[in-house]
């Protein structure tokens, strides 16, 4: 067990970068050791024998890694995406992988503080360990603990289990179950318990009938037994499509080998992401219609059309689960997060239609009279069409008499399919003035320019590049009608140590400035003449924009300010009675004069020490008491840096994140290499849709409640979600939990409204219903769960874990959960097979992959030459990005370049073709998919500088 | 004898610019008390004297530290010893080595007689340019602020060449407007509710170099150019950029709610303009001009809150203690126009608007700092753009009409001592010999600060007999008074103006006769005025009034003649005949009462009643009533309701307005349009004659009048009404049963009755 913590981090550390490099080499012989990082995370999604383990936190290093060799040489084929893993599952690896195992189980700690080689073996043994917790799992509540699959190991297992019973004991004692087998234990906690008396009978008789006892016992036998054996039926039939599917089926009967089995493994049963989002896309060819309820859509990464039948479509709403445990204590058991990853304002593609514009009047929208859900698919009218009973509270509520409408004979409305409301799941209120702040209709909203104009902003280039750029984009301010003129108003400010507003008024012949020295005190000098009209004003704006980089050209002011940059812009659009966003450009930490002053407190020590979370909180408090009055105004903040050294992210980013807005960074920015990178973030920031002054309130039919939400905004109570500004990129995760028992028949329901004023002015409701279904055996759960949503969750969960606790706690929680999640299966719902057999539900079978990458997130996991900055912005980042792209953040794609030229050749594979690691990274969010474009189609485009995690060296990857 | 006082009267008054109220002075304390009317005088230190060439060199000054009186004509000189003595300390003082050549034949200017008065050119130091700093409202309406630029942009080309000028705006938000630069025009913007102080003002405006705060002495320098010049210009350099500037001022861009005022950061403004001017030129002549066109609404200073439906303060509020923000408002003003006096830099005010600007709190702003208020109802009215031309006028050398940095300081033979001065000035606190501690409008000291001068300045100073009455001067001594003006003349040069008087002693109980009829009871009469209204400044009305019949009923008791409880006996001599009927006319002034006044005419009214000379302080006690009629050339009238004819028109002056009324039936003749008849040619001469002889007043005066064209029955008429003597009212008119004038509409007493009053008082022995 000690050894088995030294191992997590020395695994994780050692294995993943070993990985990567490793990877390309295949190292044959020292498979073991390669497995570790990168194919680790692949392999390890797959069954494999350890699997279990795997999901385990320490493991994952050692864990994957096995399973990485084995699979690499199994996804091998597929795989040739997955570049690191592919190699060093060939021909060296399975077998020592196999090897591995035996002496692990003997030797676990050993092989644990050996680290990386060790790990891959070793982990499965360990993991046989796990079973031990099993035992205890099965007892009371732990039915879940996943601990259980382990137990299947035939050979390891015993070894095992005399260590695991002392292993569960540190894992109580102590949080950071060091055992890397543990991950079970972490689940266990909950499970451990039992597991204490239990413990005895699960090891050895466990082993091999544990699967089906001691599950069954716990209550929920019949589950998995009865499930279970019939489960396996349906999983074969998933499995069908991937050499990973085999796994259920395979797997299986392999473990029953023992460990020699696991040596046998089959590398072509290793699930692969590659393999499982190509299947995912040739499986759906059909568009997508939302009518069925609990039916999971296609993956994220797969193109389909939506058809909104109902409920939301997957573009606005995504669960982790689409088939809901009836009671909180399945839930509990399975502890797969009950989440839904909201995207209110997503874009849809062309094809598809916008969400209708529905007006009900005066009155507003019909709501019903207790829960103040809005008219949707789930309300049932009664009593003639007279009344309607609602499908969240089920309060009756009478039907207005302009609303009235026949019912047909099925008892539905008439008028059914020509109300939008009554027949789909996404449409939009028009609001009346109650729904407006002060009863006052919306004043169309205003962007406002606010760029930093010291030294190093004007050196860089930056102020230059700002003011050219923004002569054309102003031409491109959001607009719902593209015939129309954008109702969006501008304004600009510059500034360093004091503040310069600029009165543009189009009767102005030259623009004039207005030096606001009082810093102290923050005030808009004018309000006519600030915010104007672009077409108005056009000449006038052109002419400041063409003077301000001639203006301070010259300038020697290095110190900036910080919060009165947005206090100016807050009381502008204060004094003009709007909501609006701000456009931050700025270069370097607040130290002059003025409230929001900051310290530098970059202090690289405390990284890896309890007090790191400080790192990640702001360092005063006064950011938050602004964002808070920004988000009472409507005022969105978009941030976007330009450091040449430390600037405290963690806390400029305090405004931007509470009110809906984005922060971008550009580090050492220089005008000639990162200006496409920044000028393609500007002008989608600037373009895209943005809805303001936004209330999301999610509500849910009786029996679950939304009791957590992720994402960047404000709250201000438990339940409304507010944001200054919401557009179409920001998601917001929530997390459900029961509070009673859900039906089989209702299944759960759920009502995201948003609350929001339209770039035009236009105050609007948009609502996104969505219905999943309720099970009440755990193996429907784990059929229609999606594990990108999962992971999202996971992610969110994780990097909002850091601020409050220990990175390395939180590591744990990750890695904890997944193993009681994959236990949980393996005990209610797989066929009973060999211990050391992992075993994956098909829907999650990536889970412990992609989970190693979150693990291994800068975030979470820093290297050394990631800044206390970077870490701070990605935890920023993340909190607001939707499953599509968390997954491309987390498993990076990486796409083969065709060879550019050949003097290159020795970073081209033996086909010829150059590997490039894309990484989904800070600044570009949409460029992900233009990026991996431009490299497949063309060799010469402009590198991407993206290369963080590449495994190809950046100047080398630029002269492709 | 009496002529022969008036002579001399005149004959001072024009050569030094004094009018006393005694021209023989009682030679001992207890007498002088007993004359009631004290020992005080009008002064005008920069009267226009053409005849009166500067002299180009420095004033010689008595050598005793505490005295430093300057060589004048009443001292006497040894010539062969080469030594004067001064006629102040007695000290005996060798001439300086440049006056080794003088002898009784070949005398300096200051010695002769008749340069009694007699200014020095000082050559030291640098000469500072005249500096003028516009502080505009711009929450006007936008006729008003149009009207208002087109005055501002012409009086750029009435200003110096090498003057700096600089410009604040100021509504809900305060800007300096930066003058050199060069495309986007710059300002720095200051919160309209936040009091700053000086230091942060200079820091504000990134005046690098905030100089110490003024102290006095401190030589006139520009602080070095770069910083303070962003703000402050030659008008040369930005007459072209500051045109368009002012051309393109906007109204305040705040929009106003209805029902509310707009917000208006006076207090904060003016703030904002001192600071500057005390950051970059201490002690430099310099004019903020601060045109209003309401009451300041927000931040300090505030006068009144921005709820329309809460209105400014009346009389009758300040008198219920109701003026919510009066105290606040005065108190930082005049705290502001303090530390404008101390650096000796002057603050006009110009306010137009129908409704009052808060004059009553910021008067002190002009009042302390010999600045101007002028009020009118627009600033597109001729009132306005007049006189705001006339405040550049230029004399007959080509220079402007006002000086600045004025320090005058006061020097008594030692039978006298100076109790204090009365006007535009404030106190310099320098405590000497001949301070009494009798304090008399401004006292304590004797010299006073008064940052801008005209030639129409015009202080009281109040003296005090000292010598007791068993110390009997000696026969034929005289008391004497020395004037010493500083000044920088509006060409920039430093100047000292001399002004040297004497006056016998007399003992009062074997000369009273002549003690009386060297009584100038004209300038008596607004020396007491001024001294009514210095005290209704901070008393109740009718202390005032009390205060001042009592004064009046114990002049009469002294010189009165008559029998003792007989009104019927009692008699003035000539020299105080028309002393009683000035006093009756100013217990009627809107001086002393606020009945029909605001606060803010009231403090107007006040502002130029202190500051004008003798013969205008006369208009204002006693306005002037001219008839007009076919029987003979234009001659006065009594100021009283009969006079006010049906065949007669009317000018009157009351130096505020000027009302030409036409009678009942000249009235209806212009409306028939006779003038305009060939036939009637005379009529139209009549109707003109009045019309040139206002329009002569009007070319001249400084501010320009109020001019009213009113008839019979017009609404307007009611300013003469409200002037003239009641003799006839709907009291007694049928009692009198005449048919000549016009009755007035008032419980006011009329002269008669007041005479008759005064007069059962004086003979009273119980009085």
Known sequence: PHSSQPPVSTAYSAAPPPSYTQAPPPPVSSAPSQPPPPSGPAASQQYYGSPPPPSQQPFNSSLPPTSQQQFTSSSVPPPPSQQTLPPSSYSGPVPPPSQAPAPPVSLPQPAFAAGPPPTAPVSFPPRAPPPSSQPGSFPPPGPPPTSAPSCQYPGPMPPQQQPPPSQPFPYHSGPPPPRAQMPPTSMAQSNHLPPGPQGPPGPPGPLQQPPSQPGMPAGYPPQQNGAFGQVRGPQPGYAGPYPGQ????????????????????????????????????????????????????????????????????????????????????????????????????????????????????????????????????????????????????????????????????????????????????????????????????????????????????????????????????????????????????????????????????????????????????????????????????????????????????????????????????????????????????????????????????????????????????????????????????????????????????????????????????????????????????LRRDVQKLVGFDAVMRVRTSTGIRATDFFGSFFMSNTTDVELAGLDCDKAITVEFKHDDKLSEETGALMQCAVLYTSCSGQRRLRIHNMAVNCCSQLADLYRNCETDTIINFFSKYAFRGVLNNPTKAVRDTLVNQCAQILACYRKNCASPSSAGQLILPECMKLLPVYLNCVLKSDVLLPGADVSLDDRAYLRQLISCMDVAETHVFFYPRLLPLVRPRTQHRSLLDEEGRLFVCFMWAAASKRKGSCCICSFTSSACCQPVHYYQHCSVQPDENKSA | MMTTYQEFIQQNEGRDGVRFSWNLWPSSRLEATRLVVPVSCLFTPLKERPNLPPVQYEPVLCSRANCKAVLNPLCQVDFRAKIWACNFCFQRNP????????????????????????????????????????????????????????????????????????????????????????????????????????????????????????????????????????????????????????????????????????????????????????????????????????????????????????????????????????????????????????????????????????????????NLTGGHIVMGDSFNTSLFKQTFQRVFSKDYNGDFRMAFGGVLEVKTSRELKICGAIGPCVSLNSKGSCVSENEMGIGGTSQWKVCSLNPSTTLGFYFEVVNQHNAPVPQGGRGAIQFVTQY????????????????????????????????????????????????????????????????????????????????????????????????????????????????????????????????????????????????????????????????????????????????????????????????????????????????????????????????????????????????????????????????????????????????????????
């Open chain 2, 95 to 366: 001439f300086p080595p440049s006056y080794a050549g003088i002898s009784e034949v070949n005398q300096p200017a200051e010695l002769m007689p008749q340069f009694s008065t007699i200014e020095y050119i000082v050559q030291r130091g640098p000469q500072a340019p005249l500096i003028f700093l516009y502080v505009v409202d711009t929450c006007l309406e936008e006729e008003d602020l149009q009207a208002l630029k087109e005055s501002l942009q012409m009086s750029l080309s009435l200003l110096p060449p090498n003057a700096l000028v600089g410009l604040i705006t100021f509504g809900r938000m305060v800007q300096v407007h930066e003058l050199s630069c060069e495309g986007i025009a710059k300002s720095y913007v200051f919160r309209g509710t936040k009091d700053l102080t000086s230091k942060q003002i200079q820091e504000m405006l990134g005046l690098t170099k905030p100089a110490a705060s003024g102290q006095q002495g401190r030589p006139p320098a520009p602080q070095d150019g770069a910083a303070s010049c962003r703000f402050l210009q030659p008008v040369q350099k930005v007459d072209m950029n500051l045109t368009d500037l002012l051309g393109e001022l906007q109204r305040d861009p705040w929009p106003v709610p209805q029902g509310k005022r707009p917000l208006r950061s006076t207090g904060v403004a003016l703030s904002v303009a001192v600071g500057l001017l005390e950051g970059t030129f201490p002690n430099t002549g310099a004019r903020v001009m601060l045109f209003i066109g309401g009451p300041p609404t927000q931040g300090p200073g505030m006068v009144v809150g921005d709820e329309l439906k809460t209105p400014i303060r009346s009389w009758h509020d300040i008198q219920k203690d109701n003026a919510r923000h009066l105290k606040k408002a005065t108190k930082y003003y005049e705290a502001l126009a303090n530390r404008s006096a101390v650096n000796g830099h002057s603050i006009d005010i110009y306010a137009c608007a129908l409704d009052q600007t808060g004059l009553l709190e910021m008067k002190c702003l002009s």
């Open chain 1, 246 to 681: 085999p796994n259920y089926g395979a797997p299986a009967p392999a473990p029953a080998p023992a460990p020699p089995a696991q040596k046998r493994l089959d590398p072509d049963a290793i699930p692969s992401p590659i393999q499982v989002i190509e299947d995912d896309k040739a499986k759906s060819t059909e568009p997508f219609t939302t009518g069925v309820r609990g039916q999971a859509p296609p993956l994220v990464t797969t193109t389909f059309q939506v058809k909104d039948q109902g409920n939301a479509s997957p573009r606005f709403v995504r669960c982790t689960a689409y088939n809901m445990p009836c009671t909180a204590d399945m839930a509990k058991q399975s502890q797969v997060p009950l989440a839904a990853v909201v995207k209110p304002l997503a874009t849809l593609p062309p094809d598809e239609t916008p969400p209708y514009l529905v007006d009900h009047g005066e009155g507003g929208p019909i709501r019903c009279n207790r829960c103040k859900a809005y008219m949707c698919p789930y309300m049932q009218f009664i009593e003639g069409g007279r009344r309607f009973q609602c499908g969240f509270c089920s309060c009756v509520t009478e039907v207005p008499p302009h609303y009235f409408q026949h019912l047909d004979h099925t008892g539905k409305r008439v008028d059914c399919y020509d109300r939008p409301e009554l027949s789909l799941g996404s449409y939009e209120f028009l609001a009346t003035v109650d729904y407006c702040k002060n009863n006052k209709l919306p004043q169309p909203p205003a962007f406002i320019f606010l760029i930093d104009v010291s030294y190093n902003a004007v050196k860089s280039g930056m102020v230059n590049i700002v003011c050219q750029e923004l002569k054309t984009l102003l031409d491109y301010l959001p607009r719902e009608n593209p015939e129309m003129e954008s109702a969006v108003r501008v304004g600009f400010v510059t500034y360093n140590k004091v503040l310069h507003f600029y009165n543009v008024k189009s009767s102005l012949a030259q623009p004039q400035m207005l030096v606001v020295s009082d810093v102290s005190d923050m005030f808009v000098p004018l309000l006519d003449g600030f915010l104007v009209n672009v077409n108005e004003s056009r000449l006038v704006i052109e002419s400041l924009l063409d003077q301000i980089p001639e203006m301070f050209a010259d300038t020697r002011e290095t110190e900036t300010v910080f919060g009165p940059v947005i206090q100016a812009g807050l009381e502008a659009l204060k004094a003009a009675d709007c909501a609006g966003k701000l456009f931050v450009f700025h270069t370097s930490l607040p130290i002059a004069e003025a409230p929001g002053k900051l310290k530098n407190r970059e202090d690289k020590k405390l990284i890896g020490t309890d007090k790191e979370k400080s790192l990640f909180q702001p360092q005063v408090g006064f950011y938050n008491t602004l964002a808070k009055e920004c988000v009472a105004q409507g005022c969105c903040v978009d941030l976007f840096l330009f450091p040449n050294q430390y600037v405290d992210v963690a806390t400029l980013g305090v405004v931007p994140v509470s009110t809906g807005g984005s922060v971008y960074k550009y580090t050492y920015f220089q005008a000639q290499s990162d200006q496409e990178r920044f000028l393609n973030d």
């Open chain 2, 488 to 767: 920088q003349h509006s060409n920039t040069q430093r100047r000292i103006r001399v002004t040297t008087i004497a006056r016998n002693w007399a003992d009062a109980q074997s000369q009273i006769q002549h003690i009386e009829s060297s009584f100038d009871q004209e300038a008596a009469a607004v020396l007491m005025a001024r001294l009514g209204v210095f005290r209704a400044e901070s008393e109740e009305g009718p202390d005032v009034l009390r205060w001042l019949d009592r004064q009046l009923i114990r002049l009469c008791q002294k010189f009165g003649q008559f029998n003792k409880e007989d009104p019927t006996s009692f008699k003035l001599s000539e020299s105080l005949s028309l002393y009683p009927q000035f006093m009756f006319h100013l217990r009627r002034s809107p001086f002393l009462q606020v009945f029909n006044n605001s606060p803010d005419e009231s403090s107007y009214y006040r502002h130029h009643f202190v500051r004008q000379d003798l013969t205008q302080s006369l208009i204002m006690i006693q306005p002037i009533l001219y008839s007009y009629s076919f029987y003979g050339p234009p001659e006065p009238v009594l100021l009283d309701s009969s006079s006010i004819l049906p065949d007669r028109i009317l000018l009157m002056d009351t130096f505020f307005q000027l009302v030409i009324y036409h009678g009942e039936t000249i009235a209806q003749w212009r409306k028939a349009g006779y003038q305009d008849m060939a036939e009637h040619e005379i009529f139209k001469l009549l109707l003109q004659a009045p019309l040139d002889d206002a329009q002569e007043i009007l070319q001249t005066r400084f501010p320009m009048p109020r001019y009213i064209d009113t008839e019979h029955g017009g609404s307007q008429a009611r300013f003469l009404l409200s002037k003239v003597n009641p003799s006839q009212t709907h009291n007694n008119l049928y009692a009198w049963g005449q048919e000549t004038g016009a009755p007035i509409l008032t419980d006011d007493v009329s002269l008669q009755v007041f005479m008759d009053h005064l007069k059962k008082l004086a003979v009273s022995s119980s009085a």
